[in-house]
């Protein structure tokens, strides 16, 4: 992929796992369209500030979760419509208010487990539900009722055990579609911290402690 011109190498570098799920998933998976909403578990990990970027770029309405109130500021300063902290706020509960009982047409869910109820909960009719994680568990009971009732579409993918066919078209579609954006400067990467490849054990525990924002990255001498 070419390297944006605006952006030094490690911004560069920051960018395509990232992108490719988001986009995979997002706008492949589930389609996503100009004028609906997005719900984003995890809004400031390097997943969720690329899904809230690129959503918000491409004319949706984003919603996200994340751990702390800093967090979620930042989330919201970065585009998120509302940003939701899951320790004291149940989002299913202020989201719907927020969209008047309607829901919303996509959430992108690297959680799973007790989620899974609130997620199908929130879903608008012919909602659609994508899996990249299940940090809590992968092994949920759902309401097959509901899932009918509105139409849902539950889905999931892993990108890395896809062929190189399938990940060139991912980068055909960014390179047409999202890099022109960071070009403009209309999406940037978010770096929270760049270590020496020889202290990546502390890379390791500073994104196990969920201290950071957006990527945390190895540099090569």
């Known amino acids: 992929m070419p390297l944006p011109a605006s952006l030094s190498f490690v911004e560069a570098a920051s960018l395509p796992e990232t992108f490719f799920t988001v986009w995979s998933n997002v706008f492949d998976r589930a389609k996503l369209q100009p004028g609906e ?32 109130d800093d967090k979620c500021r930042f989330c919201e300063q970065l585009g998120a419509d509302k940003a939701i902290n899951y320790r004291t706020q149940k989002f299913a509960e202020v989201l719907k208010d927020l969209t008047f009982g309607k829901g919303v047409d996509v959430i992108l869910d690297m959680i799973g487990g007790d989620y899974t109820a609130d997620n199908l909960k929130t879903l608008a009719l012919e909602g659609r539900l994508v ?19 509105k139409r849902l579409n539950i889905t999931g993918s892993m990108l890395r055990a896809r062929d190189a066919g399938f990940k060139s078209a991912i980068a055909s579609s960014l390179e047409k579609n999202v890099w022109p954006l960071l070009e403009q400067g209309k999406i940037k990467p978010v770096i929270y911290k760049v270590f020496p490849i020889q202290q ?14 957006g990527k945390v990255m190895l540099s090569l001498d």
């Open 131 to 149: 899996l990249i994680n299940t940090m809590k568990g992968k092994n949920v009971e759902i309401d097959l009722g509901m899932v009918m009732a």
């Open 200 to 213: 990546a054990a502390q890379a390791h525990e500073l994104m196990e402690s969920s201290a950071h924002i």
């Open 37 to 68: 909403s997005l719900l984003v578990h995890g809004g400031s990990s390097g997943i969720g500030v690329a899904a809230i970027q690129i959503a918000r770029a491409l004319g949706s309405k984003v919603y996200v979760t994340a751990g702390s």
